[in-house]
């Protein structure tokens, strides 16, 4: 029963580097969803897609984009890397809407040099 | 639009002690409030859950939230801590349609012998 797997785990990128981190979700649920957790900060939303075909902008979309490739895969591409982007990073997928609460990858720590 | 205001960054306490984490929001719908669990290099783990019924709800590990509608708050208690206790917890509120989880900054939880 794996859930939420997200690869990789660990990145290390040079300024202006391009990368594509891979979620997927076995629950067959319709929502999924990308965090980044910066400290004292919490969780900010970066990009959600409410279903199959669909992808909307959340509360920090800038220097992101994200592809929902099928109902199980959600990735999140960073075209050009910048410091600021170092985080960690979370994919989370639900159904109903979230209103029942997010199943949680282990997230990936990226950071950018 | 809603918010999560947790109202302690860093929370110290003794083992066998009890704890309170808060957690206050705001939204202009009904929400379903949660409580998450994310201990070291982990992701998040859902502790418990307000969606609708008793204000008292009782999750994991042998902790429990009271939803209190007229002060808009959430808080987390737990009447006897242990060390595997020491972890982040967030606090996140769901207003109902869309699909989007807010959370939190985050609570440190420690719990020193």
């Known amino acids: 029963n794996a859930g939420v797997t997200q690869t990789p785990k660990f990145q290390v990128l040079k300024t202006g580097q391009s990368m594509t981190l891979q979620c997927a979700q076995d629950?067959?649920?319709?929502?999924m969803y990308w965090y980044r957790q910066d400290p004292g900060m919490g969780l900010r939303l970066i990009y959600y897609?409410?279903?199959?075909?669909?992808?909307d902008k959340g509360e920090v979309p800038n220097g992101y984009n994200v592809s929902r490739l099928n109902k199980r895969e959600f990735s999140l591409r960073l075209e050009s890397a910048a410091p600021s982007q170092t985080s960690v990073y979370f994919c989370?997928?639900?159904?109903?809407?979230?209103?029942?609460?997010?199943?949680f990858g282990s997230g990936t720590r990226l950071t950018v040099v | 639009a809603q918010s999560v205001t947790q109202l302690d960054s860093q929370v110290p306490v003794f083992e066998e002690a009890p704890v309170e984490l808060r957690c206050n929001y705001s939204?202009?719908?009904?929400?379903?409030l949660f409580w998450y669990v994310q201990y070291p290099n982990q992701g998040l783990q859902l502790l418990l859950k307000?969606?609708?019924?008793?204000?008292l709800v009782k999750g994991i590990n042998g902790f429990e939230a009271e939803f209190n509608k007229s002060q808009t708050s959430f808080h987390l208690r737990k009447p006897s801590v242990h060390i595997s206790d020491t972890a982040e917890y967030f606090c996140?509120?769901?207003?109902?349609?869309?699909?989007?989880?807010?959370f939190g900054k985050g609570t440190l939880l420690t719990v020193n012998p």
């Open positions: 989370a997928s639900s159904d109903d809407g979230g209103l029942y609460g997010y199943t």
């Open positions: 629950m067959n649920h319709n929502s």
């Open positions: 897609s409410a279903s199959e075909g669909t992808t």
């Open positions: 939204s202009s719908v009904s929400v379903y």
């Open positions: 307000y969606l609708s019924g008793s204000t």
């Open positions: 996140a509120v769901n207003g109902g349609s869309n699909y989007k989880l807010t």
